[in-house]
């Protein structure tokens, strides 16, 4: 449509939310006895580049003095542990069977589609569960909610390890255990925003939820490597079924130590709130919903990280299998663990240094946006290169003769896509946030990652379709090229985007609110 048509539409409808905005959830009340100015007031002359409406609705939130000083504590930096460990966990116990399939798939009598359907648990856990998640991160707290993840993650853990035989009870075992393993998805990856949000100062949030985001790819750096080490392909059956039960057992230890760690140390909420934000009321779950479903900026966000990371989550679980289109059967699975493996570890250092970037850039608008779309862009032409050297017959014969270079540039493209792609999870989680703020973070960051699991859902629904599960050409292909394609639509989907900042607005002081506040027709 017009340009200018649209802007009016897209003003006048996010006047009308923030008005809403304005009669359901009230401002934090002053300290009493202190002075009544309001904080339009104090804030200066208005902003011409700010519609009325808008201005005041944010600016009517910003407390103008605290019952409690500012102040951020120490333990933040434990809970933060705890709860990325608990992400960790959850999704490298996920992710195991891709890993190790070469190795488990004559043991249980699987094929490649019974590895998806095991994968395929995790979208769906996450559909069921998401809602209730997001309720209790909101309602409850992140305490309340690290303790029910971690609740589910031990019960799937020892759900596995509750019977030794690789006969159909412990194909059904495995199953449970999957599914068990799911219900906690949403934990592992909304926590994040919501623990920044409630413990940690402003300067510090980005960096706070990019650790906890790529904790989940963290854990499923170290199942990439325990995996192929612990369940080596090609061994006795025997020997197999006794490092795969060693290795499940290992899984629930750890997982009930973790409870009880998080049962006994994660304080629920500081005593004094690290940021203005942080004391001001949330919308009520009904009325998020409304905001959310009205907000254009979420859903560009929604569309770009949903597509790009949901294929690409589907797309790591089958790495495995993936490979034996590629490589020889001897190799395929270590290949593919230890591709996963790097690509998970350079993801949470690109992750976390993007996250200090954002943390360091965050009073200049537009410097997000800019790390984002570098970020989609660059995964973009990583895995076009790997889709190319995984498919001999598109290349010079000369290059597709010479094995160890196309590996070698398998490896380099993998990496830096993998990198590149979970480095820009913790930006979508915080521009999220800022593009629905005063909508609840736990409900913004479930909602975002409960779009990622339907495109994850499809993609690994494929290998069930006759052709498409038998390792080879086919598989390598329609894989790769998947992911190029959604990072391409990722890239597209987040240009259009003019960064949002309706937190850093509340969390400004008095005397630049005008200047921080965005304009009506990004949101």
């Not at 539409?9 to 939310?17: A, F, L, Q, R, S």
């Not at 998080?262 to 905001?291: M, N, Y």
């Not at 921080?516 to 990004?522: R, T, V």
């Amino acid at each position: 449509g017009g340009g200018g048509g649209g802007g009016e539409h897209e003003k006048g409808m996010d006047t009308d939310v923030f008005r809403v905005v304005c009669r359901r959830a009230p401002a934090i009340q002053p300290r009493v006895g202190a002075p009544s100015a309001s904080p339009r007031s104090l804030a200066g002359p208005r902003s011409s580049a700010a519609p009325p409406a808008m201005e005041d609705a944010l600016l009517d939130r910003r407390p103008t003095e605290l019952e409690n000083p500012l102040r951020s504590y120490r333990i933040r930096w434990w809970l933060l542990f705890l709860a990325s460990l608990v992400a960790g966990s959850q999704g490298g116990i996920w992710l195991l069977y891709g890993v190790i399939a070469e190795a488990v798939e004559p043991l249980y009598g699987w094929d490649d589609g019974t590895i998806a359907l095991l994968a395929l648990w995790g979208p769906v856990g996450y559909l069921i569960a998401a809602l209730p998640t997001a309720w209790l991160l909101d309602s409850c707290g992140p305490r309340e909610a690290c303790v029910a993840g971690a609740t589910l993650v031990f019960a799937g853990s020892a759900a596995r390890a509750a019977h030794f035989a690789t006969d159909s009870t412990g194909s059904v075992l495995a199953h449970t255990g999957q599914f068990l393993n799911a219900l906690a998805g949403p934990v592992a990856m909304s926590i994040g925003p919501v623990l920044s949000a409630v413990w940690f100062p402003a300067s510090e949030r980005n960096a706070a939820t990019a650790i906890a985001a790529t904790a989940n790819y963290g854990g499923a750096a170290v199942v990439f490597w325990l995996g192929s080490v612990c369940v080596p392909a090609g061994a006795p059956a025997g020997v197999t079924r006794g490092c795969l039960w060693r290795l499940m057992f290992g899984f629930a230890v750890f997982s009930g130590l973790l409870l009880l760690l998080c049962l006994l140390t994660f304080k629920a909420r500081p005593d004094s709130a690290p940021s203005r934000s942080a004391t001001v009321a949330r919308e009520a779950p009904l009325a998020g919903i409304q905001l959310l479903v009205r907000s254009r900026s979420f859903w560009k966000l929604a569309l770009s990280y949903g597509i790009g990371n949901g294929v690409f989550q589907g797309w790591g679980s089958l790495l495995g299998p993936n490979m034996q289109g590629v490589l020889p059967a001897a190799e395929a699975e270590a290949q593919a663990g230890l591709l996963g493996c790097w690509g998970a570890v350079a993801g949470m250092v690109g992750g976390i240094g993007l996250g200090v970037c954002a943390d360091r850039v965050r009073s200049t608008r537009g410097r997000r946006k800019a790390l984002l779309v570098g970020a989609c862009a660059l995964a973009a032409l990583c895995f076009s290169a790997f889709a190319l050297a995984c498919a001999p017959s598109l290349l010079p014969a000369t290059w597709a003769a010479a094995t160890t270079p196309r590996l070698v540039a398998m490896y380099i493209t993998s990496i830096g896509g993998s990198m590149c792609i979970n480095a820009a999870i913790p930006l979508y989680y915080e521009l999220a946030v800022e593009a629905t703020y005063p909508v609840a973070e736990g409900l913004t960051t479930t909602s975002l990652t409960l779009l990622q699991n339907l495109p994850a859902g499809v993609f690994l629904l494929m290998p069930l379709l006759p052709g498409l599960g038998t390792p080879g050409g086919a598989l390598t292909q329609w894989m790769n090229w998947a992911l190029v394609g959604a990072c391409v639509v990722a890239t597209l989907a987040v240009l259009p985007l003019e960064e949002p900042c309706r937190r850093l607005a509340v969390d400004a002081p008095l005397s630049e609110a005008t200047s921080e506040l965005p304009s009506a027709a990004s949101e």
